[in-house]
Nanobody, 125 residues
């Protein structure tokens, strides 16, 4: 069992920044890949980014490249998502997730085994 809890969401104006955190507890292993997904109202859940706990390999969706950065702090069992230059289309519920895969970095929701409850990010015009 792995428990994931997201935090850091909120309301921000376009062009602003937010940093999301995902704290893991319970069964936590460094071999787990951690990822971020998001889901806007009326849309399917989409992949945002992923990071390997071993080697710090990362992968980003084209829509967030150059604006979002995923990072990790193994000592705190926490993954972060730094979001800069936010746009209204970034508005969604953001979820962190853990996957047993290592390579290639998974980008499909069904490849992830554990999920957080989500945190709302709203970007106003």
């Amino acid at each position: 069992q792995v428990q994931l809890v997201e935090s850091g969401g909120g309301l921000v104006q376009a062009g602003g920044s937010l940093r999301l955190s995902c704290a893991a507890s319970g069964r936590t292993f460094s071999s787990y890949v951690m990822g971020w997904f998001r889901q806007a109202p009326g849309k399917e859940r989409e992949f945002v980014t992923a990071i390997s706990w071993i080697g710090s390999n990362t992968y980003y969706a084209d829509s967030v490249k150059g604006r979002f950065t995923i990072s990790r702090d193994n000592a705190k069992n926490t993954v972060y998502l730094q979001m800069n230059s936010l746009k209204p289309e970034d508005t969604a519920v953001y979820y962190c997730a853990a996957s047993g895969k290592s390579y290639p970095l998974p980008e499909r929701s069904y490849e992830y085994d554990y999920w957080g409850q989500g945190t709302q990010v709203t970007v106003s015009s």
